[in-house]
């Protein structure tokens, strides 16, 4: 039978490189969208904001894709309350989440007290986004209700990168390939969030992923 996966905010860049991604897989798709829009390898597009969503629109999925994303002051703080809506609504359900988060909240030290978007080099303009997702991070690990996974992508993060088809995973801390390097593309980002769908090994962790 079909891993049946629901994207929300699935019109965005990243979700629609993890919808492309989970068809070519044999994964059934649900593209949740606020307005219409053609979306390759969803097999249904709903039209439903993310706030509208009711426990019934997501009950008969193995797993929801959380790919909201925002980038003005007075939006940021959606990052958090729309995690935490679907976190209500997948309360004591055995209905995965998966988070696209970010890379800025990430930690620099093996002590996890020091986080990348705090560090003297971090772009001041990218702050505000990278403490609003550390914000939505924090109080996902206070849900022990639901079964999270947040998925942080390195620091370069590529919309037109290639698909090498390879990545390495790690944890919690900001991690350099063999290269040097902080970067994934967004199709290797997407290969990366499916084989979780698919294996469901870090339930209520964060992970990160990086160019192999």
């Known amino acids: 039978m079909a891993i049946k996966i629901a994207v929300v905010a699935a ?9 492309a991604e989970a068809a070519t897989r044999g994964f ?20 439903k904001d993310i706030f509208a ?9 193995d797993a929801v ?10 939006t940021l703080p959606l990052h958090t309350t729309t995690s935490q809506h679907l976190c209500d609504l997948l309360s004591g ?3 995965r989440l998966l988070i696209v ?6 930690y620099v030290d093996k002590e996890h007290t020091i986080q990348l978007f705090k560090t003297p080099d971090f ?10 997702q550390a914000t939505e991070l924090d109080e996902l690990r206070k849900r022990n209700d639901v079964k999270w996974t947040f998925i942080s992508p390195a620091a370069d993060f590529q919309a037109d990168g290639e698909r090498t088809g390879k990545y390495i995973l790690c944890g919690e801390e900001f ?38």
């Open 175 to 212: 991690t350099l390939n063999a290269a040097g390097e902080s970067v994934i593309s967004y199709a290797d980002y997407a290969l990366a969030m499916v084989d979780e769908i698919a294996s469901g090994n870090h339930i209520q962790k964060r992970i990160s992923v990086v160019k192999a």
């Open 123 to 132: 772009p001041a303009d990218y702050v505000p986004t990278a403490q609003a």
């Open 101 to 106: 988060g970010g890379a800025g909240s990430l």
């Open 53 to 61: 969503l009711e426990k019934s629109d997501l009950e008969n999925f």
């Open 65 to 74: 894709v959380d790919a909201f994303g925002a980038w003005t002051p007075e």
């Open 11 to 19: 019109s965005g860049r990243v979700a629609r490189k993890v919808i």
């Open 28 to 47: 059934e798709v649900t593209a949740f969208v606020r307005k219409p829009t053609e979306i390759d390898g969803a097999a249904k597009i709903i039209v």
């Open 93 to 95: 359900t055995n209905v």
